[in-house]
């Protein structure tokens, strides 16, 4: 966890800063970062809480390789489109390769050599991968990289009304996957850009250093998440109507006249796009052939959509939406630990024995601690303490620990109260 003390000068937005200063990242070339210890226990949260939500939506987990062969590109006809953000690779027997930068060709052909009839739908796959796109301005760390960490699923659907119904279910499964990190996410229609199709929702935080602009009925804001007790045999189609009813459009999308319509019930804000998924129908299917027999005997080509979620982006776009002066506040769901213990005293025995004895109590009733016991000035532990954003702190010092008392501190609010040793273990390990 190499901390910085000074903001580093190339840090815009507050997420690159405090990601850098609490040793989170190191770049490792424009856009291309290291994930040091801290962050990467962040991100594996984020992937593990979307991994969850899309498993208990029915998708199924597999893995994709990053390196695509360009045929498949060809046969799509996106070889060409793409552009200089593919990062195009040839080997050593001259054939033509590509880092992946999203999967809708990858997929199809593995759809296509394992699925043939309309029994087997609807189908949905997905996996969670580095990705790489060339982007010409890289910026804002990990909040737009060149290499990210994506979550994208692919659905596949006998007609349209299928394919509908899989899209508001991968569209409620992101309501919860969201809400599940303490966000507030507010779906827009967007854009389709270079995956193409005709139906496409954003996912997004709002946040001033957000780089979308974005207009919606100031309503959605405060619109309640779906239930925890979701059945995903349920039509949801009420549920997507009641967020999409209201006006709420991204940038490219937005209306002048409907927004004037609108009059002080329009927010015009700015937005950190963490999700986009697509309906694309069979863009894909059709051009490369990936026919599924119809119930009436006839071979159609497969209905299709793909989900995608910014793991690596989600990690800075939590931080601008949950941070104060002095650094980050995780929420609990994503912290890279529950709890931070700062032995004010290390070296004294008694403090030292009672902190690794609390540190080995909690780790053993399943938390995850981080024990500072550097041999620091109280100041600096405190300061970084409170920059990496654990939701709680146990400090204990020397005079409190002879009395059998710690201070325990909760980050978000600031309180801090004066606990036995006993009652902080009653109330986090509840033993
Ligand atoms: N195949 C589709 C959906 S699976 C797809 O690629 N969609 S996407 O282009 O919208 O990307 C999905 C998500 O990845 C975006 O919503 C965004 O959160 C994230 N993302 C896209 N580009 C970057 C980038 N350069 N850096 C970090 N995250 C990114």
Same mark, same amino acid.
């Given at each position: 966890?190499?901390?910085?003390?000074?903001?580093?000068?190339?840090?815009?937005?507050?997420?690159?800063?405090?990601?850098?200063?609490?040793?989170?990242?190191?770049?490792?070339?424009?856009?291309?970062?290291? +994930?040091?210890?801290?962050? #990467?226990?962040?991100?594996?949260?984020?992937?593990?809480?979307?991994?969850?939500?899309?498993?208990?939506?029915?998708?199924?987990?597999?893995?994709?390789?990053?390196?695509?062969?360009?045929?498949?590109?060809?046969?799509?006809?996106?070889?060409?489109?793409?552009?200089?953000?593919?990062?195009? *690779?040839?080997?050593?027997?001259?054939?033509?390769?590509?880092?992946?930068?999203?999967?809708?060709?990858?997929?199809?052909?593995?759809?296509?050599?394992? !699925?043939?009839?309309?029994?087997?739908?609807?189908?949905?796959?997905?996996?969670?991968?580095?990705?790489?796109?060339?982007? !010409?301005?890289?910026?804002?760390?990990? =909040?737009?990289?060149?290499?990210?960490? =994506?979550?994208?699923?692919?659905?596949?659907?006998?007609?349209?009304?299928?394919?509908?119904?899989?899209?508001?279910?991968?569209?409620?499964?992101?309501?919860?996957?969201?809400?599940?990190?303490?966000?507030?996410?507010?779906?827009?229609?967007?854009?389709?850009?270079?995956?193409?199709?005709?139906?496409?929702?954003?996912? #997004?935080?709002?946040?001033?250093?957000?780089?979308?602009?974005?207009?919606?009925?100031?309503?959605?804001?405060?619109?309640?998440?779906?239930?925890?007790?979701?059945?995903?045999?349920?039509?949801?189609?009420?549920? !997507?109507?009641?967020?999409?009813?209201?006006?709420?459009?991204?940038?490219?999308?937005?209306?002048?006249?409907?927004?004037?319509?609108?009059?002080?019930?329009?927010?015009?804000?700015?937005?950190?796009?963490?999700?986009?998924?697509?309906?694309?129908?069979?863009?894909?299917?059709?051009? =490369?052939?990936?026919?599924?027999?119809?119930?009436?005997?006839?071979?159609?080509?497969?209905?299709?959509?793909?989900?995608?979620?910014?793991?690596?982006?989600?990690?800075?776009?939590?931080?601008?939406?949950?941070? /104060?002066? /002095?650094?980050?506040? +995780?929420?609990?769901?994503?912290?890279?630990?529950? *709890?931070? *213990? *700062?032995?004010?005293?290390?070296?004294?025995?008694?403090?030292?024995?009672?902190?690794? /004895?609390?540190?080995?109590?909690?780790?053993?009733?399943?938390?995850? !601690?981080?024990?500072?016991?550097?041999?620091?000035?109280?100041?600096?532990?405190?300061?970084? =303490?409170?920059?990496?954003? #654990?939701?709680?702190?146990?400090?204990?010092?020397?005079?409190?620990?002879?009395?059998?008392?710690?201070?325990?501190?909760?980050?978000?609010?600031?309180?801090?109260?004066?606990?036995?040793?006993?009652?902080?273990?009653?109330?986090?390990?509840?033993?």
């Amino acid at each position: 966890m190499p901390t910085l003390k000074e903001n580093p000068a190339e840090a815009q937005i507050v997420s690159h800063r405090y990601m850098m200063r609490s040793g989170m990242i190191r770049q490792s070339s424009a856009g291309i970062y290291s +994930w040091l210890p801290l962050g #990467l226990r962040v991100l594996k949260k984020i992937e593990q809480i979307v991994r969850e939500e899309q498993n208990f939506a029915g998708c199924q987990e597999l893995l994709m390789p990053t390196i695509q062969p360009a045929t498949i590109w060809r046969e799509s006809g996106r070889y060409e489109d793409y552009g200089k953000e593919m990062l195009r *690779i040839t080997d050593r027997h001259e054939r033509e390769m590509l880092y992946g930068p999203t999967n809708e060709e990858l997929i199809t052909e593995i759809f296509r050599g394992s !699925v043939r009839t309309y029994k087997d739908l609807p189908k949905l796959l997905y996996h969670i991968q580095w990705k790489f796109r060339d982007e !010409v301005r890289p910026r804002f760390g990990v =909040m737009r990289g060149r290499e990210f960490l =994506m979550k994208d699923t692919y659905s596949f659907d006998l007609n349209f009304d299928g394919a509908k119904k899989t899209y508001n279910k991968m569209f409620v499964a992101y309501l919860r996957t969201f809400a599940r990190m303490g966000l507030r996410v507010i779906p827009m229609a967007a854009d389709s850009g270079p995956i193409g199709g005709d139906m496409s929702h954003e996912f #997004l935080i709002l946040a001033d250093t957000g780089e979308s602009e974005v207009f919606c009925h100031k309503d959605i804001l405060s619109f309640d998440l779906p239930k925890d007790n979701i059945d995903y045999n349920e039509d949801f189609q009420p549920i !997507v109507d009641k967020w999409t009813e209201l006006y709420a459009a991204t940038d490219e999308k937005h209306n002048l006249s409907q927004e004037s319509l609108l009059a002080e019930d329009l927010v015009s804000a700015r937005g950190i796009e963490v999700g986009h998924i697509f309906y694309f129908g069979t863009k894909y299917s059709k051009a =490369m052939n990936a026919l599924i027999s119809s119930p009436s005997g006839q071979e159609i080509p497969v209905e299709m959509g793909s989900y995608g979620i910014g793991i690596s982006r989600l990690v800075a776009g939590i931080i601008e939406a949950s941070h /104060d002066d /002095d650094g980050i506040i +995780w929420p609990e769901s994503v912290a890279p630990f529950d *709890i931070g *213990i *700062i032995n004010l005293s290390s070296g004294n025995e008694s403090c030292d024995s009672a902190c690794e /004895d609390l540190y080995f109590r909690l780790e053993n009733a399943g938390l995850d !601690v981080l024990y500072d016991e550097r041999d620091e000035r109280a100041g600096v532990k405190f300061a970084n =303490m409170d920059l990496i954003g #654990l939701p709680w702190q146990i400090i204990a010092g020397p005079r409190g620990i002879k009395n059998g008392v710690i201070e325990l501190k909760n980050r978000a609010t600031g309180e801090k109260d004066e606990m036995t040793l006993n009652s902080v273990l009653n109330k986090f390990a509840r033993i």
